[in-house]
């Protein structure tokens, strides 16, 4: 077989299966395949970011993947002041942020700052804890390459049992 010659295996029906590469083309490609590997490791989550007015939070999805908790980060930051329509139990949940030490005024970015990890119920509630006004969580929250929750594969239902109802 010559250095550049590609050669292939077909089925019965005359269809190519595999192919028979020479080395040095082999070689080419696992080293485009160490170029085509993410720049930076995801570690066991996948970070997702929300960034609005003055703050920007940090976290990552945990659980069911049709119905996910939401983990945000220490660092995180919250805005200052809710909408005057946010629902009361968001507004009863950051107070209780606030007075269990959980959330800590940051002066300097004029924001709420997270002191330590918290995981709440969904990603909605956590948008809605940082944005202080009610957001679609699986809509806001995007991953480093720009894809929401949604648009990664969360919350979506499984369709076999929509069609069975």
């Known amino acids: ?9 077909t089925d019965k029906n005359g269809n190519r299966t595999h192919a028979v590469i020479p080395y040095s083309v082999y070689e080419q490609l696992i080293a485009l395949k160490g170029l085509l590997s993410p720049v930076s ?23 069911v993947r049709q119905k996910p908790e939401f983990v945000i980060l220490k660092g995180s930051q ?14 009863n949940l950051r107070e209780d942020l606030l007075s269990e030490g959980t959330l800590e005024l ?37 991953n480093r390459e720009g894809f929401s929750l949604k648009e990664s594969g969360f919350g979506v239902k499984n369709k076999k049992r929509l069609h069975s109802k």
């Not at 077989?1 to 295996?9: G, K, L, P, V």
């Not at 919250?78 to 507004?91: C, D, N, T």
């Not at 995981?119 to 809509?139: E, F, Q």
């Open 106 to 142: 940051d002066i300097q970015n004029n924001c709420f700052v997270f002191v330590k990890d918290l995981k709440l119920p969904s990603a909605s509630t956590a948008a809605a804890i940082v944005a202080g006004n009610v957001r679609n969580g699986l809509d806001v929250w995007v």
């Open 1 to 9: 077989m010559a250095e550049s010659e590609t050669r292939f295996i």
């Open 78 to 91: 919250a805005v200052l002041e809710p909408v005057e329509s946010v629902p009361e139990h968001v507004q």
């Open 41 to 63: 490791k995801l570690g066991d989550h996948e970070i997702y970011t929300l960034s609005v007015k003055n703050a920007v939070a940090k976290g990552y999805p945990e659980g």
